[in-house]
């Protein structure tokens, strides 16, 4: 089971840090990322983390300002939103996917959390 949180109404530049609380299995054996999805538009890949060693991928969209990272004591998963843009709007799912590797393709992923939503405002 995944959780997330974190969401809120930020103003373009701000920041913000989501959570994922994660449950139900061993947390350091997969690929865990975060996805978005604006208002008729596709879910798209933002960042992933792998398991074990903490390799991170990064949409171009975000390099630069996104940071993800994982406290595997904790089973929590974490972004860190900086300068944040009125197209970073959307709502956002933590997912986790048995395979072990990060992908852009949401199908792969095997289990979602609920979504947080994030609202920048210009």
């Known amino acids: 089971q995944l959780q997330a949180s974190g969401g809120g109404l930020v103003q373009a530049g701000g920041s913000l840090t989501l959570s994922c609380a994660i449950s139900?299995?061993?947390?350091?054996?997969?690929?865990i990322g975060w996805f978005r999805q604006a208002p008729g538009k596709e879910r798209k890949g933002v960042s992933c983390i792998k398991d074990p060693i903490g390799s991170t991928v990064y949409a171009e969209s975000v390099k630069g300002r996104f940071t993800i990272s994982r406290d595997n004591a904790k089973n929590m998963m974490y972004l860190q939103m900086n300068n944040l843009k009125p197209e970073d709007a959307a709502v956002y799912y933590c997912?986790?996917?048995?395979?072990?590797?990060?992908?852009?393709?949401?199908?792969?992923?095997?289990?979602w959390g609920q979504g947080t939503q994030l609202t920048v405002s210009s």
């Open positions: 139900g299995f061993t947390f350091d054996d997969y690929a």
């Open positions: 997912a986790q996917t048995l395979g072990g590797m990060c992908s852009k393709n949401a199908t792969i992923y095997d289990y």
